[in-house]
């Protein structure tokens, strides 16, 4: 059974950083893309960021580049997201998710696996 689990949310002061982690079990993604999202109520999943397996590729959606970075350690089956310089908009339930593909998916529907979800919270 494949289970991605989220850890590192929490309530943070604009300007400060956290450190989301997503470890996977069940399966390897070393060769897949994994990505992560957010949602805030009433609003659709939004894309933040991916990564291939390889590293080869990533991309950010263009509020968050510069301020956040994507990683994996494929040796522990876990994805991280550094997010530094927050700020109260990036507000929401932060999510990883996995493809059964190797490229880069930018829509919640060319994933296959989500996490549970993770409140990231930043105070003005």
């Known amino acids: 059974q494949v289970q991605l689990v989220e850890s590192g949310g929490g309530l943070v002061q604009a300007g400060g950083s956290l450190r989301l982690a997503c470890a996977a079990s069940?399966?390897?993604?070393?060769?897949?893309?994994m990505g992560w999202f957010r949602q805030t109520p009433g609003k659709e999943r939004e894309f933040v960021a991916a990564?291939?397996?390889?590293?080869?590729?990533?991309y950010y959606t263009p509020s968050v580049k510069g301020r956040f970075t994507i990683s994996r350690d494929n040796a522990k089956n876990t994805m991280y997201l550094q997010m530094n310089s927050l700020k109260p908009e990036d507000t929401a339930v932060y999510y990883c998710?996995?493809?059964?593909?190797?490229?880069?998916?930018?829509?919640?529907?060319?994933?296959?696996?989500w996490g549970q979800g993770t409140q990231v919270t930043v105070s003005s």
């Open positions: 998710a996995a493809r059964n593909s190797r490229g880069l998916g930018f829509d919640q529907y060319d994933y296959d696996y």
């Open positions: 069940g399966r390897s993604f070393s060769n897949n893309a």
């Open positions: 990564r291939t397996g390889s590293g080869s590729n990533t």
